[in-house]
């Protein structure tokens, strides 16, 4: 019975070994993977969120590193390992919720929530509440049954809002397959949680390749979505932007109002179907580059009293609702950030008068435009 006691523990010792090395080598290589898309791409946008996501794959690979050193080690404390791993799982989960905010698409309400000052005291104080038993437990040996899986409460804390935002991720970029796969990835996570939580017999180590292979592909999708997204939807600058305006009958006899953009990468000519208001003030802005010497429309100032006077543009809010319509029409709407997309097409589109007399104009040249 002895012979087969330590025969049960090497074979369970080999287990622990190669899932080790396996833990360590992979996930330090997914690490240093993410880290150098961030630096090749993300560095340069001040874009810090890869980071966090990387730093969470570390923790995993140190486990493993862990787990390689138990193997092989004679002291055989299984409060110490399993202590070890309940910090860097910890490490893991907030590390993932402070890459959150670094998302660009967030959904409603909760992106409130994750964009607001209080979101490091969110995420940090249950860390606290969590990682300061364990440390605890480890050095006593002790510690209350309700308090024995805090990794896993905070873990399940960390599913609930990395589901919902790399779903809001991937529908925003128009890549439903992905987003459907994340849901299964976080399903499978929530899976293995459930089942460590509820103490179940079953293979756990199997369960956490599985789901850590998984996530770890989930993130690079999502790092090359976001790579995507950079090069499709690069705003071109205003020497290379090129419009074409056209209205006609449509089969129904219906008269369509439709702008032609050029100098996007990829698809070569972009078509924006637009409102007959929206197409009209385009047309002005065009008209007055084209025939009138290139001058300048106004815009009615606030509380300007009721005068003879007509102005070009009632509202400089018409002029956003403009840009907000050829954003819908080339990403789809709300597919679109103000700071990576609005705000860029606006300043390649129009100039305002450096007097500051509410004074606005194309700024394509006119060779760039065509009625």
Not at 52 to 59: F, G, I, K, N, T
Not at 215 to 242: C, D, G, R
Request: charge should be positive; glycine fraction near 4%.
């Amino acid at each position: 019975m002895i012979s087969n006691v330590i025969s049960f523990l090497n074979i369970d010792n080999e287990i622990l070994s190669f899932y080790g090395w396996w833990q360590f080598s992979v996930c330090l290589f997914a690490f240093i993977a993410l880290l150098a898309i961030w630096w090749e791409i993300g560095k340069k946008q001040n874009d810090f969120g890869q980071v966090w996501l990387a730093l969470s794959v570390l923790c995993w690979s140190f486990s493993g590193a862990i787990e390689v050193y138990y193997a092989y080690t004679d002291v055989k404390n299984p409060l110490i390992l399993d202590g070890w791993r309940s910090v860097l799982s910890l490490c893991n989960s907030l590390f993932i919720l402070l890459a959150l905010p670094w998302f660009r698409y967030l959904p409603e309400p909760i992106g409130h929530i994750i964009k607001s000052k209080y979101w490091r005291y969110i995420v940090g104080l249950p860390f606290l509440f969590s990682i300061l038993p364990t440390i605890s437990r480890m050095i006593s040996g002790e510690m209350l049954a309700m308090m024995n899986e805090l990794d896993v409460y905070y873990a399940l804390f960390t599913l609930v809002f990395l589901g919902y935002v790399l779903w809001e991720s991937f529908i925003k970029r128009r890549l439903k397959t992905l987003a459907v796969l994340s849901l299964v990835c976080i399903a499978i996570v929530l899976i293995a949680q459930i089942y460590k939580l509820s103490g179940y017999s079953i293979n756990l180590t199997l369960f956490s390749a599985i789901f850590k292979t998984s996530l770890i592909m989930i993130f690079f999708a999502l790092a090359l979505s976001w790579v995507k997204e950079l090069s499709e939807n690069v705003i071109p600058e205003t020497p290379y932007f090129k419009i074409r305006l056209e209205k006609k009958k449509n089969e129904k006899g219906k008269f369509e109002q439709s702008v032609f953009l050029k100098g996007f990468p990829g698809k070569n000519i972009r078509k924006i179907k637009l409102t007959p208001a929206m197409y009209e003030l385009f047309l002005k802005f065009a008209d007055k580059k084209l025939n009138h010497d290139n001058e300048w429309l106004e815009i009615k100032p606030k509380n300007a009293p009721q005068s003879q006077k007509v102005f070009d543009i009632n509202d400089y809010n018409e002029v956003k609702r403009l840009v907000i319509a050829l954003l819908d029409g080339l990403y789809g709407k709300e597919n679109w950030t103000t700071s990576h997309h609005l705000n860029p097409l606006k300043n390649t589109l129009f100039e305002m008068s450096e007097k500051r007399d509410r004074k606005i104009r194309l700024a394509i040249p006119s060779e760039n435009i065509s009625l």
